[in-house]
């Protein structure tokens, strides 16, 4: 199961697109409200998560998600639970991914010491320890990081990559018609 954690301010695009290939993937993906049910991203847009944080508590996903946004991302930082939750996903050897802002959640984390990453403009002080590449997407080892809303497709399809194979998400981005 892959957990898409999403918190009041989340970035929309950065949320929806790669949900949706992941699902199209056929992958099982539950979104986690972290701050309710109903959770409002950054430009409005109201979406109603598969769950409530509380009730993914026991869960060990194989991935764990954590779209960007300024607000989003502070919401999620703030949360001792989505922290738990990513450490514990972490530490089983599971695909930990984050973009925008919310690499930076990783980074005070100490989670991406020694790891290329990149994130959104202004926010590499807070990658701790980690080595900055300043490319769309960045994968290193069971991490994935990405710069913004712009690279939301490509973060998407390299979960795919990781969770499904190479040759999966080509086949998607192909039917996708993504070029």
């Known amino acids: 199961m892959v957990l898409f954690f999403l918190a ?97 959640v990783l980074g005070k984390m100490g989670l991406l010491r020694g790891v290329k990453a990149t994130c959104f403009d202004g926010f590499e002080p807070f990658l701790e320890g980690a080595e900055i590449c300043h490319c769309p997407v960045v994968r290193d080892g069971r991490f994935i990081t990405a710069w913004g809303a712009g690279a939301a497709a490509e973060f998407g399809f390299e979960l795919v990559k990781v969770l499904c194979g190479e040759e999966q998400a080509t086949q998607l981005h192909r039917t996708m018609k993504f070029f």
């Open 8 to 104: 009041d301010g989340f970035e929309e695009a950065e949320a929806i697109l790669p949900i949706d290939i992941c699902r199209r993937a056929g992958l099982e993906v539950c979104t986690v409200g972290v701050t309710g049910k109903t959770v409002t991203g950054a430009h409005g847009i109201t979406v109603e998560a598969d769950c409530l944080l509380s009730q993914v508590q026991d869960y060990k996903p194989c991935a764990v998600v954590l779209p960007g946004g300024g607000k989003g991302t502070e919401n999620l930082d703030a949360s001792v639970e989505v922290r738990a939750m990513v450490q514990a996903c972490a530490q089983r050897g599971g695909v930990v991914a984050a973009i925008c802002a919310a690499p930076s």
